[in-house]
């Protein structure tokens, strides 16, 4: 273990990060502060919830000139929150030395970014289609960044965003220091990334398995149209304190978000079909613990970090390991533990054994609960509220009616009486989800995907090179699920592109009225 000052970083960051908590420097911190310190580039790997966000953030603040007025620091994450929460942390590690920091991105009022960005900011963090904007309209000065850092990195450097990165890059001088971060590198994206950066450190952090060890790993084998009631029981046994919902598309995002309200859970669903606001006032009132399942699609899979998330459930099984790995990733945070329960169709195992593959570690079957352990669950947690409120002992009010019923019945009677009234009965509403299509059988490959011999000649490897080809050489497999893929990949790309505010498939046509020559992006 090794503290900020062993790393020699400045006394006012050291302050600003004992307030924040920050005792000891965690392995991808320690691993790369004094390489970043250097101004040597970095691709540095450390698994989800492990603290690249200051790993980068320091040594960025750190070699800010406060005298300068000139943005010094650009940071570039996939999505809006991200963007948020890594400004947000920013401005704490920054808040003794003063640096002037600003986030933009898509959905949120330009003229105000434009205002904002006359106040001289140092470090600027946002979305890639909102920076583009801002070059565009000249409201944005990137030639004295020094230094530039991809948050999500693999993701950035995937098909959705790299034209929009290169274009960006294009702002940017060449001399500079590049830091790139990622819980995943995927080959082929690395050998991308190298192009653009000179001589890079690969700081690393060895471990086992791709994910945390604090996070236990259950799948259950079902069919599509049983997900559901499985959904529910598990949340009835698991009781999670918070608990978000992965599922594939926007439209199953909704429909879940909306059956689980029906069925009672304090639920509520983010996509990139919401509006900015919208999708702002459903995460606070998730971190305010005011909703306690959140149903999201891969928009919410990177970098968020929340605390209290205790499980996580990919209700539809993810279609490349990465996002797995990312989106489960949300629970286990910062040495906590947590669970992540992914379903799985018949006709899905493939994928699951891909994920495994790739993970390196493997996921325990879970038998569905019955519907008596769902109600036992549900016992347990009015057992719970009724020991919270006798703890809390505001109870003066009931006293003498407690008096007058315990002198006519038995006093276990009572309590017996109370949990049964507290106990909230598995609801089994009927509920339609419009069923997803399974993801397309891995054919060809590893016999269907069903063999455990598949998984290892080839199959994942296979599968992340795929991907990372970027959309030019998606041949054979890849091609051949296109049809199928489209939905869900239109689903993606959109989420994408609003995450932006748009996105190059919408184009124009949402853009308000602003012409634009043909671009490579939208404006927003
Ligand atoms: N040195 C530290 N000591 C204590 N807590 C820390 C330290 N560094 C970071 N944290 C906390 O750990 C949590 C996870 O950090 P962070 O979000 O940076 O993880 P990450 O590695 O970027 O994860 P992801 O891959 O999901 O983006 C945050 O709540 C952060 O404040
Ligand atoms: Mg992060």
Redesign the pocket.
Same mark, same amino acid.
């Given at each position: 273990m090794t503290n900020f000052s062993e790393l020699n970083v400045s006394a006012s960051i050291q302050k600003s #990060?004992s307030r924040?908590?920050? @005792?000891?420097?965690?392995p991808? /911190?320690e691993g790369t502060i004094s390489f970043a310190k250097e101004g040597r580039d970095i691709i540095g790997q450390? /698994?989800?919830?492990?603290?690249?966000?200051?790993?980068f953030g320091i040594p960025l603040i750190e070699k800010i000139d406060i005298n300068n007025p000139a943005i010094q620091g650009l940071i570039i994450a996939p999505t809006r929150e991200l963007a948020i929460q890594v400004s947000e @942390?920013l401005h704490k590690i920054g808040y003794d030395t003063r640096a002037r920091i600003l986030s933009v991105y898509g959905g949120q009022d330009i003229g105000r970014q434009i205002r904002a960005l006359k106040n001289k900011p140092q470090i600027i963090v946002g979305t890639p289609g909102r920076i583009l904007d801002h070059i565009n309209r000249r409201t944005l000065k990137l030639d004295n960044v020094q230094t530039l850092v991809l !948050?999500?990195a693999d993701e950035m450097l995937n098909m959705g965003f790299i034209e929009d990165i290169n274009t960006i890059l294009e702002n940017v001088p060449a001399e500079r220091q590049t830091l790139l971060?990622?819980?995943t590198m995927p080959g082929p994206i690395r050998k991308i990334a190298e192009k653009f950066m000179k001589d890079p450190e690969v700081v690393k952090i060895k471990s086992k398995e791709m994910t945390v060890e604090n996070i236990e790993q259950f799948f259950v084998k079902s069919q599509e149209r049983e997900k559901f009631d499985i959904l529910s029981r598990l949340l009835n046994v698991h009781q999670p304190e918070l608990a978000i919902v992965f599922g594939r598309t926007k439209r199953r995002v909704d429909e879940l978000a909306h059956a689980l309200s029906i069925r009672g859970y304090l639920a509520e669903g983010i996509h990139g079909d919401l509006s900015q606001a919208k999708r702002i006032s459903v995460l606070r009132q998730f971190k305010e613990n005011k909703i306690d399942v959140l149903v999201a699609t891969d928009v919410a899979a990177?970098? #968020? !970090?929340i605390?209290g998330v205790t499980h996580v459930y990919n209700f539809d099984i993810p279609q490349d390991p990465e996002s797995y790995v990312?989106r489960i990733?949300?629970t286990g945070?910062?040495g906590k533990s947590g669970k992540a329960i992914t379903f799985v169709t018949p006709r899905e195992m493939g994928y699951l054994r891909i994920v495994e593959e790739t993970t390196k570690k493997r996921m325990t079957a879970l038998q569905p609960p019955t519907a008596d352990e769902a109600l036992v669950g549900q016992q347990a947690l009015a057992v719970e509220q009724l020991t919270e409120l006798v703890e809390k002992n505001h109870l003066s009010d009931y006293r003498s009616m407690a008096e007058d019923l315990l002198a006519k019945h038995e006093a276990v009677d009572l309590v017996a009486a109370a949990i049964k009234s507290m106990t909230k009965e598995p609801d089994d509403t009927p509920i339609k989800i419009t069923e997803e299509r399974p993801l397309p059988q891995r054919g060809g490959r590893s016999g269907g995907g069903g063999s455990r011999g598949g998984r290892s000649n080839g199959g994942g490897g296979g599968y992340r090179g795929g991907r990372s080809s970027g959309g030019n050489s998606r041949g054979g497999e890849r091609g051949g699920r296109g049809g199928e893929r489209g939905g869900s990949r239109g689903e993606r790309g959109g989420d994408r592109g609003r995450r932006e505010g748009g996105g190059r498939r919408e184009g124009g046509a949402s853009q308000g009225g602003r012409t634009r020559a043909p671009r490579k992006r939208s404006e927003d």
């Open positions: #990060l924040m908590g920050f @005792e000891e420097a965690t991808i /911190q450390a /698994q989800t919830g492990t603290g690249k966000t200051a790993a @942390e !948050d999500e971060f990622s819980a990177r970098g #968020l !970090d605390s990312h990733g949300r945070r910062a």
